[in-house]
Nanobody
Framework: VQLQASGGGLVQAGGSLRLSCVAS????????MGWFRQAPGKEREFVAYISWSGSTTLYADSVKGRFTISRDNAKSTVLLQMNSLKPEDTAVYSC????????????????WGQGTLVTVSS
């Protein structure tokens, strides 16, 4: 599976962005998917997870209530809707696959896609 994230950009605080992660290759539907982010000078951190069926989701406390993860298996796509953005959300966002259920550890993820930069101005 190869992943490509897109949809990043520059937005003012309080604004919204929607990130997309498109998969190519087989077996997308069998994987859980996750979004992670890495801010300059910081370690990569978990943002959100969605199960292969889409029935189970998990969010980092820092984004809960503001971000929504979803997937469309027919289009091999995972979305991250980000609302009420804050300057501290500024980071490179990447998507990845996992065979673990509800994992927040980046070591449990693979097939990392090239990230997309989100910049939130104050």
């Amino acid at each position: 599976v190869q992943l490509q994230a897109s949809g990043g950009g520059l937005v003012q605080a309080g604004g919204s962005l929607r990130l997309s992660c498109v998969a190519s290759g087989r077996s997308f539907n069998s994987y859980g998917m996750g979004w992670f982010r890495q801010a300059p000078g910081k370690e990569r951190e978990f943002v959100a997870y969605i199960s292969w069926s889409g029935s189970t989701t998990l969010y980092a406390d820092s984004v809960k209530g503001r971000f929504t993860i979803s997937r469309d298996n027919a289009k091999s796509t995972v979305l991250l809707q980000m609302n009420s953005l804050k300057p501290e959300d500024t980071a490179v966002y990447s998507c990845a696959t996992t065979s673990r259920i509800m994992s927040t550890r980046d070591s449990d993820y693979g097939n990392w896609g090239q990230g997309t930069l989100v910049t939130v101005s104050s």
